[in-house]
C-alpha cells in the first residue's frame, strides 16, 4: 500500500522554481549565442559549451512542471537525475565563463581606423556581458536546481519524512 500512496508535492513551489530554471536556462544559451558571434576566433570559443549546457540546464524545469502535474514517482526521481547532471553543466558554464571572461579579446589596434577601434570596443563589452550573464544565470541556476532536488526527494515515497502507515508528514 505504501508503494501506491499518493505522495505529497508541493506543486505551487516546483512549478515557480521549474520556470525560474527555464528563464535561466534561456539567459545562458541567448548569452552562449551572443559569445559565440561577437568573440574572437579562439579555441575554447569554438566548443559552443554555454549553448548546449544551457540546454541541459533548461531539462529540470521541463521536469519539473511536468512532475508538478503528474506526481509520478518515475518522473521525480528522473527529476532528481536531471538534476546532478544539469549540475555538471552549471559547472561547465561557471568554468566556461570564468575562463572567457579576460581571454582573447584584447587586441593591438594601433594601426586601425578610430571606427574600428570603437567597434572592437564595444564589441568586447558585449562579450564581456554576456559572460557575465552567464556566470550569474549559472549560479543562480545552481540554487534553484538544488532546491528542486530537495523537494522532489522530500516528495518520493521512500523519504524518511512520512509516515509509512498514514502516508503524512511527520513531526520529528
Known amino acids: 500500500m505504501d508503494r ?10 516546483m512549478v515557480v522554481l521549474g520556470m525560474f530554471q527555464i528563464a535561466l536556462s534561456t539567459v545562458c544559451v541567448v548569452s552562449g549565442f551572443i559569445d559565440g558571434i561577437f568573440r ?5 570559443g569554438r566548443t559552443r559549451a554555454p ?3 544551457g540546454m541541459v540546464m533548461g531539462v529540470p524545469g521541463v521536469l519539473a512542471l511536468f512532475s508538478s502535474q503528474r506526481k ?4 521525480v526521481n528522473v527529476l532528481i537525475g536531471a538534476s546532478i547532471i544539469s549540475c555538471v553543466a552549471i559547472l561547465i558554464v561557471i568554468g566556461y565563463s570564468s575562463f572567457t ?19 572592437r570596443f564595444i564589441l568586447s563589452k558585449v562579450v564581456k ?12 541556476s545552481a540554487f534553484v536546481v538544488l532546491a528542486m532536488a530537495y ?9 524518511s519524512c ?8 511527520s513531526e520529528e
Not at 574572437?40 to 575554447?44: A, P
Not at 556581458?129 to 543562480?140: E, P, R, T, V
Open 51 to 53: 549553448i548546449w549546457a
Open 72 to 75: 509520478n514517482p518515475i518522473l
Open 40 to 44: 574572437t576566433e579562439s579555441q575554447l
Open 151 to 159: 523537494l522532489g526527494c522530500r516528495s518520493l515515497p521512500r523519504c
Open 129 to 140: 556581458g554576456a559572460n557575465i550573464a552567464m556566470l550569474a544565470a549559472s549560479i543562480c
Open 4 to 13: 501506491y500512496r499518493y505522495f505529497i508535492f508541493n506543486q505551487r513551489n
Open 101 to 119: 571572461l579576460n581571454y582573447g579579446e584584447e587586441e593591438e589596434l594601433s594601426s586601425a581606423p578610430v571606427h574600428v577601434i570603437h567597434t
Open 162 to 169: 512520512y509516515d509509512s502507515v498514514t502516508g503524512m508528514v
